[in-house]
């Protein structure tokens, strides 16, 4: 694997509000655990056009790490686990690319969700997101 492909860029990163709301308050979105870890992901139509000068931006697969405050009162702990989180993905991003690359005009909106109240190796951490894209692109 080429180490273009192991990076996470900003345009793989979820971080508009108008399709957060599409992953999170319309209806159609589908949720998988393997704890300490929740998958929340939905299969949207990408918006932006072919002869968009913003197309080549998008990417396919879009993915969000969210850690709760009620869990981790201090900032220290809540950006480990979510470096944990990213750094498993972008290791593991190829399981869930492959199946998605197919469909040009859908987007794979996935939100990776911190359940637990303490933290986890990384090699756990690994494995469950590891585990989590493969069921997502078995079901999409």
Same mark, same amino acid.
């Given at each position: 694997?080429?180490?273009?492909?192991?990076? #996470?860029? !900003?345009?793989?990163?979820?971080?508009?509000?108008?399709? @957060?709301?599409? =992953?999170?308050?319309?209806?159609?979105? *589908?949720?998988?655990? /393997?704890?300490? #870890?929740?998958?929340?992901?939905?299969? +949207?139509?990408?918006?932006?056009?072919? &002869?968009?000068?913003? /197309?080549?931006?998008? /990417?396919? +697969?879009?993915?969000?790490?969210?850690?709760? !405050?009620? *869990?981790?009162?201090?900032?220290? !702990?809540?950006?480990?686990?979510? $470096?944990?989180?990213?750094? /498993?993905?972008?290791? *593991?991003?190829? =399981?869930?690319? $492959?199946?998605?690359?197919?469909?040009?005009?859908?987007?794979? %909106? @996935?939100?990776?969700?911190? %359940?637990?109240?303490? %933290?986890?190796?990384?090699?756990?951490?690994?494995?469950?997101? &590891?585990? #989590? %894209? #493969? *069921? @997502?692109?078995?079901?999409?």
């Amino acid at each position: 694997m080429e180490k273009q492909e192991e990076r #996470l860029r !900003k345009r793989e990163r979820l971080c508009s509000k108008k399709r @957060i709301d599409a =992953l999170f308050v319309t209806g159609g979105s *589908h949720a998988m655990t /393997a704890f300490p #870890l929740k998958a929340v992901y939905r299969l +949207v139509d990408s918006e932006a056009a072919p &002869s968009s000068p913003s /197309a080549d931006t998008e /990417a396919t +697969v879009q993915v969000l790490v969210s850690v709760p !405050k009620k *869990h981790f009162k201090r900032a220290v !702990k809540r950006n480990r686990v979510k $470096r944990q989180v990213r750094e /498993a993905y972008r290791k *593991h991003k190829s =399981l869930i690319t $492959r199946c998605i690359d197919g469909r040009t005009d859908k987007q794979l %909106l @996935i939100a990776f969700i911190w %359940l637990a109240d303490e %933290l986890a190796d990384t090699a756990t951490v690994e494995q469950r997101v &590891s585990s #989590l %894209l #493969l *069921h @997502i692109g078995e079901r999409i």
